[in-house]
């Protein structure tokens, strides 16, 4: 597992993306949607459970540092520099 310290706390200015990894106590997370109200977050195990955060939730937990983020984690040159993969061009 990444320690946090490779994470960021995300700020209000941030909006999490597809291609962000999310960690909301111990627990891995993608953005599955985004609404007015909140986020739904789709967990990467083989459950998939999906959980709904209203935005003063998710501001809450970032600012106690319960929900934090690794931007880009799944961005084919983040992926290919963590497996040490070379990028063809």
């Known amino acids: 597992m990444t320690s946090n310290s490779a994470f960021l706390q995300i700020s209000a200015s941030i909006r999490p993306t597809t291609l962000d990894k999310i960690v909301v106590d111990g627990v891995e997370y993608r953005l599955h949607s985004e609404t007015d109200g909140g986020f739904a977050l789709v967990e990467t195990t083989e459950v998939g459970r999906v959980v709904v955060y ?11 540092r319960q929900m934090i983020v690794a931007e880009d984690f799944y961005a084919v040159p983040s992926a290919a520099r963590r497996a040490k993969i070379p990028i063809l061009r």
């Open 54 to 64: 209203l935005k003063k939730e998710v501001k809450r937990m970032m600012t106690s």
